[in-house]
């Protein structure tokens, strides 16, 4: 994929970017009226009408083509610029007047393409940025973004438990993280029995992943994701249509890998730790079952009610870990449940806290860069729906209510009273929208980064 972004420097002597410029939708009138008069006619005749969305080449008084106006519903967003890269024609293109980060962002992350199993058909144009924008900061967001969408997109015969594993060593090393990894049967030696039963049926042993990066002396903050490489629902089984898409169960993992490179490549003042318990959920002999009680990190038993309810599982013990730890803070991103689908559908995390400030912040975080979260309660009342009547707990709840919920008091079993916040994504763009392209995709990243950037830098 070319470079989304050019400085005026890229551009070689005599080579011109094409104007592009943006007209409001409400301004359209006034805009087409101060056009020439056969200017004006071309315009209708091409139908544009400045709604969000549409563009149209204006010609030279000889009728070459000479720049371009795109419609604009007048927000800042992704969609702002994000539809054009594979609207325009291949070449470069600059704007005819200011646009903010998140508007210039919106380009580089329209320019996404997954090209790993064959040559995609399109070059996307590229975007000669306004003298004053960082284009570093761009780079890092779109990279880090590219990253989350990359590993998603990758089926699991290539992304398994140690292709991820590879991918989390790489970016730690690139930064100069730490990268510890604990493999297979060292796990149960070291207490994360849940990670284990969940990910020891498949060939491909279950490890958690342990990045550090940062001063010491910096607040401590702990992302965690849930790594399910690819979720069968185990013995008890999905059905073929509930199965189709799990090769992205582990967007969770992605996008805590991708906010923590995002947060490095950028030196935010934390000290950060990474933790992603990546396993298959597979079905062999030695799969776990029903019935089974696991002991995990924190020292309660669960009682395996459904051994589809396996991300809460993996979740826990890498949970209890950070609990441990005492940080300042601590997110997890997962792939958790079909109810938060169902409650807020595929384009809005559903978020969970324990603490209202730190909610609230997010949540403002989310709407200012245009990743939207929508806050869910941890309702104590519906607690005894986990209780078990052999273990501590069950991991899934007894009834068919509020699955998001209770799948986030369970994990609030291993949170303490830790800041925390939870977040159960689809990890998938189920359409094509401008900025954001059909496949793999990071939700919540940009909420969290923004949160974190306005909390630690001062
Ligand atoms: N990975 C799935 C949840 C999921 C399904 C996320 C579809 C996004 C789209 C998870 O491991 C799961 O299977 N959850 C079950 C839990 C149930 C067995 C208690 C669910 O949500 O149905
Ligand atoms: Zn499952
Ligand atoms: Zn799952």
């Known amino acids: 994929m070319p470079d989304p972004y050019l400085t005026d420097s890229d551009l070689s002597d005599g080579q011109a970017a094409t104007p592009i410029t943006l007209v409001k939708t409400s301004d359209f009138d006034a805009w087409l009226a101060s056009q020439s008069t056969a200017q004006q006619q071309w315009i ?36 702002t610029l994000g539809g054009l890269p594979f609207k325009l024609a291949e070449g470069c293109y600059s704007l005819n007047h200011p646009a903010d980060e998140l508007q210039l962002l919106g380009w580089g992350l329209g320019c996404y393409q997954f090209s790993r199993y064959k040559d995609q058909e399109h070059t996307p144009a590229q975007l000669v940025l306004p003298i004053d924008a960082d284009s570093n900061r761009l780079d890092n967001f779109v990279r880090a973004i590219s990253l989350v969408r990359d590993l998603i997109n990758t ?142 990190y924190n020292g309660l038993t669960v009682e395996v009610d459904n051994t589809d309810a396996e991300g809460r599982l993996v979740l826990c013990d890498a949970l209890a870990l950070a609990t441990e730890a005492q940080p300042e803070l601590m997110i997890d991103f997962a792939t958790l449940t079909g109810s938060a689908r169902s409650a807020v559908g595929p384009e809005i ?35 005894h729906m986990l209780d ?41 763009n189920t359409r094509t929208r401008p900025g954001r392209p059909e496949g793999g995709e990071a939700m919540g990243l940009r909420a969290v980064f923004r949160y974190l950037e306005r909390r630690y830098r001062s």
């Open 388 to 428: 078990s009547k052999v273990a501590d707990t069950v991991n899934s709840a007894s009834s068919p209510y509020a699955g998001a919920i209770t799948a986030a008091l369970f994990l609030a079993k291993f949170v303490d009273d830790v800041p925390w916040v939870h977040f159960d994504i689809m990890g998938y």
């Open 155 to 296: 089926p699991t015969a290539d992304m398994l438990p140690s292709h991820l594993a590879d991918e989390a060593a790489q970016v730690a090393d690139t930064q100069g993280a730490e990268c510890r990894i604990v493999v297979g049967a060292d796990l149960l030696a070291e207490g994360y029995g849940a990670i284990h039963a969940v990910g020891r049926a498949s060939e491909d042993a279950p490890r958690l992943i342990d990045i550090t990066w940062g001063e010491a002396d910096h607040p401590l903050i702990i992302a965690i994701g849930k790594g399910v490489c690819f979720d069968s629902g185990g013995l008890d089984i999905k059905s073929a249509t509930g199965m189709r898409n799990m090769k992205k169960d582990m967007g969770g993992a992605a996008t805590a890998l991708g906010l923590a490179q995002l947060i490095m490549s950028e030196s935010l003042p934390v000290r950060l730790r990474l933790l992603i318990p990546a396993v298959e959920n597979a079905i062999a002999g030695n799969a776990y079952r029903p019935g089974d009680v696991l002991n995990t």
């Open 349 to 383: 995390a559903a978020m969970f806290s324990n603490d209202d400030a730190l909610a609230d912040g997010i949540h403002q975080a989310g709407v200012a860069i245009d990743d939207p979260v929508w806050r869910m309660p941890l309702h104590e009342g519906y607690r």
């Open 44 to 79: 209708q005749s091409s139908k544009f009408a400045a709604t969000a969305g549409q563009h149209c080449w204006l010609l030279s008084s000889s009728g070459a083509p000479e720049s371009v106006v795109a419609g604009w519903d007048g927000e800042t967003s992704l969609a």
